[in-house]
């Protein structure tokens, strides 16, 4: 990973890891992407970071930025999500905007946010 395409996608990410309960540092997010445990999806003006997890699932760590460009990256998760052998997207900790928003896509709301893919 470029260390530049990090950099263009830090102050997205930092601004979701704001908004999410204490715990990692975007230090935390940077060796989770380098060490392979996390995918960086950067955007022209978004980004997300998402993790494959245990149960065939692969989850959406953090979002945050343009909603139209996080949208499409959605769509090509799913797709590889698919290829590599996943049968669900989870995100948790969802803003009530997004649960909305991702409701319409065919997300369900449990304790997680889980779309069968």
């Not at 601004?15 to 715990?23: D, I, T």
């Not at 975007?26 to 955007?43: I, N």
């Not at 948790?92 to 319409?104: F, M, T």
Request: net charge negative; aromatic share 6%; with cysteine.
């Amino acid at each position: 990973m470029s260390p530049s395409v990090f950099d263009h996608a830090a102050p997205y990410l930092q601004a979701a890891l704001a908004r999410s309960e204490p715990g990692p540092t975007l230090d935390d997010v940077r060796a989770a992407v380098s060490d392979g445990k996390a995918m960086l999806w950067p955007g022209g003006s978004s980004a997300a970071v998402t993790q494959l997890v245990e149960y065939r699932a692969m989850h959406v760590w953090l979002v945050a930025g343009d909603r139209d460009e996080l949208m499409q990256m959605e769509a090509a998760a799913c797709e590889l999500g698919r290829k590599l052998g996943c049968n669900v997207i989870t995100a948790e900790d969802a803003r009530p905007g997004w649960a909305r928003i991702l409701k319409d896509m065919g997300y369900r709301e449990m304790r997680l946010l889980v779309k069968e893919i």
